[in-house]
């Protein structure tokens, strides 16, 4: 698609209805192009999380070392987007997408072969590393093309797409890597990516078209205080626990990293509130109420979506005796009815108010959640678990493809690359806390209702080795954890109440 072809595309008339106005042809095959390696690299924050006691053994270490391997990921996914995102308006969508997915190719490769080669798992952390800056530089910009080569009528089915892809790949994630440890070993979770990586680089570079640039300055002092300050606190919330939430050196605490990232973050605002010329996070962005309304609604699904998997798994392996696959087999009907309800949620994005869609989403997914915590027991039948997960699929389609349309919806196209950043790095900073919260709740519940036991680790051993009122007690611990991501999902829904009207639907 020419450039020509995309001013084109952000010059439809806000009255045409969505039946009135078509998609271009080459559209769509781009945006399939695209999610094939947004899901590769969302997969890949939650399919190591099955791999852990495999990595001990194989590097011969515990679970402290092991850790970083999914940490170090996070941390690196998290804290450059609202770089990456921004990088996409200056130098081009597509050249950062491609470069973003080379290094993730290489990084997963190098992940694969540690093992092979005989190193340390510090070099697995480093490579893990390596491959959460790829990933940071791919996410940003799905959104943005989505933004600048759809139509406005018609970009709530391609947004749905990509929700649906979002909620899809972090359940998957488990289940695939389940599977490939069964079946090839731990290093596959990492190598399967080298193949899906190369097809990808193929299909973009055929497919997506090289959108316009925007050249503008770079703020490099906002670039230092977002990094620093942003990595400063997802650091001190994702290992906080590991420090019991105390000194980590001999002058730095937890508590006082915390303060220093938000010192900085505020300094941050601050300093693009002062850039009135080229911000690299546009604070008239904010002024957008859907995009404000939709980053919070988001914040509170990445919060939520994280913190739910972490009690449930371990109630699936632990209570109920599982094997990693067959765990994360209990949560695909969620899976299957978010690719089945995507389609139709797209449909009614371009039509329905996103307020009534975003918000009975969110309502009921909430309510899918604590549902699912009620039969969380020692004695519950597989079925009982199986139909909350089932509906949690069912309003999950109607929130990921919603709030994404109604954030980017009313931006200008030298806005889509900066407010793609913002929107993913909340979502991923809210999953980030979302882990660390939980973990926290976690440890009260089962201190409350087992005394002595020493936190939701791998420390309790197999099923079969627990009394049953050690199951009883760790099954009640965790259904009382599993509340709050129900309930921090509320917020996302009253959130959802200020919804503005989209232009074409006034």
């Known amino acids: 698609m020419a450039d020509a072809d995309v001013t084109t595309q952000n010059s439809y008339s806000a009255a045409a209805s969505p ?10 095959p781009a945006l399939w192009a695209l999610v094939l390696g947004f899901f590769m690299i969302l997969v890949d924050s939650t399919i190591v999380s099955v791999a852990t006691p495999a990595l001990m ?31 996409g308006d200056r130098i081009g969508p597509k050249r950062v997408y491609m470069i973003g997915l080379v290094i993730f190719t290489l990084s997963s490769a190098w992940c694969g072969l540690t093992g092979t080669l005989g190193l340390g798992i510090g070099w697995l952390i480093v490579a893990r590393v390596v491959q959460g800056l790829g990933g940071s530089m791919m996410s940003p910009q799905t959104m943005t093309v989505i933004a600048r080569i759809f139509p406005p009528q018609k970009r709530g089915g391609a947004m749905a797409l990509w929700g649906s892809t979002a909620g899809v790949a972090a359940l998957v994630g488990p289940i695939l890597g389940g599977i490939l440890i069964d079946s090839a070993g731990w290093e596959w979770i990492f190598l399967i990516n080298v193949p899906v990586g190369i097809l990808t680089v193929i299909l973009v570079a055929r497919l997506v078209p090289k959108l316009a640039t925007h050249t503008h300055t770079f703020d490099w002092t906002g670039v230092v205080l977002s990094a620093v300050g942003l990595f400063c606190v997802v650091f001190a919330i994702q290992e906080g626990e590991t420090y019991s939430w105390g000194t980590i050196t001999g002058i730095i605490s ?7 990232g938000a010192v900085l973050l505020v300094l941050f605002v601050w300093w693009q509130w002062r850039q009135k010329s080229e911000p690299l996070v546009p604070l008239s962005l904010f002024s957008d109420r859907n995009f404000s309304v939709s980053s919070v609604a988001i914040t509170a699904v990445g ?10 798994m371990i109630y699936a392996q632990v209570v109920r005796g599982l094997d990693p696959t067959h765990a ?25 108010h996103p307020r009534y869609l975003a918000s009975i989403g969110l309502l009921g997914q909430a309510a899918a959640i604590f549902w699912l915590s009620r039969v969380m027991t020692t004695s519950s039948a597989t079925w009982q678990i199986l139909l909350p ?65 020493q936190g939701p680790s791998l420390s309790f051993g197999t099923s079969v080795a627990l009394p049953p009122f050690v199951k ?16 921090v999902l509320l917020v996302g829904f009253v959130a959802t109440l200020f919804f503005e009207n989209l232009r074409h639907l006034r």
């Open 19 to 28: 039946d009135q106005v078509e998609v271009p042809k080459n559209a769509w």
């Open 57 to 87: 053994r194989a590097f011969n270490t515990g679970i402290d070392q092991v850790v970083w391997v999914t940490s170090a990921y996070l941390l690196a996914f998290a804290v450059p987007m609202l770089i990456t995102g921004r990088l």
């Open 254 to 260: 937890v508590p006082a990293l915390i303060v220093l």
């Open 303 to 312: 919060f939520s979506i994280t913190a739910m998997i972490f009690p449930f």
């Open 328 to 352: 994360a087999l209990l949560m695909a009907p969620q899976a299957v009815a978010s690719i089945v309800i995507a389609p139709i949620a797209g449909r009614l994005v371009d039509r329905v």
């Open 389 to 453: 997960a089932l509906f949690l699929g069912i309003f999950s389609s109607f929130v990921w493809g919603t709030l994404a349309t109604g954030a980017n919806r009313n931006l200008p196209p030298q806005s889509a690359g900066s407010g793609s950043g913002v929107y993913n790095t909340v979502r991923q900073v809210g999953s980030v806390i979302g882990s660390a919260a939980i973990a926290v709740l976690m440890e009260s519940r089962i201190a409350a209702h087992l005394p002595g036991a």
């Open 472 to 487: 009883t007690g760790l099954a009640a611990a965790l259904s009382d954890a599993m509340v709050l991501p129900a309930a």
